[in-house]
């Protein structure tokens, strides 16, 4: 079934630890997009990437890194987590910019303790 | 000030309502706009895109006013499975989707 798979769905993770997110897409979308989403703060942009190597900063992205090798895959890495990275995680994808839809993974629950 | 902003309300209308939501942008230099539901923190899914001359899919209808800078979305006919979160976004510059922390809709019986 195409579209954006994340995994894992949900974690709980001691302070400090390293951890990665991950997220695949098989749509053959150039763009890629990170997002965390609070209550009451809805989503906001940590990283994105328009095309296979090269990424860019959003609203939120100290303490976040992202990589894009290549076109389907687009790993977000907190080297060191902190209580406050405790939000959902989506991952979206889009065929060129933001002037098309966004297709969505289904979230990753993180719970940084 | 946000980028883009929207009333968290809940808006809560018994079925049959006609409800309308406003979303403001900051960036003047935006050019695309989107509604996108998004139910019980499920992935945000698209509702309509938002074209300058208005446009209606069924009961829902989206405008947008590029001088006041907002948009709009008008539902009529409210059904029970419309109630959700709203998200207004916006694509202020290329490749960034910027969105607003949503309207929530609760219809009720």
């Known amino acids: 079934i195409a579209g954006i798979t994340q995994a894992p769905t949900s974690q709980i993770l001691a302070a400090g630890r390293r951890m990665t997110l991950r997220c695949t897409q098989d749509m053959r979308h150039n763009a890629m997009y990170w997002y965390r989403q609070d209550l009451g703060l809805g989503l906001r942009l940590i990283h994105y990437s328009?095309?296979?190597?090269?990424t860019g900063k959003g609203e939120v992205p100290d303490g976040y890194s992202v990589s894009r090798a290549n076109t389907d895959d687009f790993p977000l890495t907190l080297a060191s987590a902190v209580p406050s990275q405790t939000s959902v995680y989506f991952c979206a994808s889009t065929r060129q910019g933001g002037d098309t839809e966004a297709f969505f993974g289904q979230g990753t629950r993180l719970t940084v303790v | 000030r946000k980028e883009v902003e929207q009333d968290p309300g809940p808006f809560n209308v018994p079925e049959g309502a006609t409800v309308a939501f406003n979303c403001t942008y900051s960036n003047s230099a935006s050019q695309s706009f989107f509604w996108y539901r998004q139910d019980c923190r499920k992935e945000p899914k698209l509702l309509m895109s938002v074209y300058s001359s208005g446009n209606e899919d069924g009961r829902f209808t989206a405008q947008l006013n590029?001088?006041?800078?907002?948009?709009?979305?008008?539902?009529?006919?409210?059904?029970?499975?419309?109630?959700?979160?709203?998200?207004c976004v916006v694509n202020p510059t290329p490749y960034k989707l910027i969105f607003g922390s949503g309207t929530r809709l609760l219809v009720r019986p």
């Open chain 1, 50 to 54: 328009n095309t296979a190597g090269t």
């Open chain 2, 66 to 87: 590029r001088a006041s800078q907002y948009i709009s979305l008008l539902i009529r006919d409210s059904k029970l499975s419309d109630s959700a979160t709203y998200l």
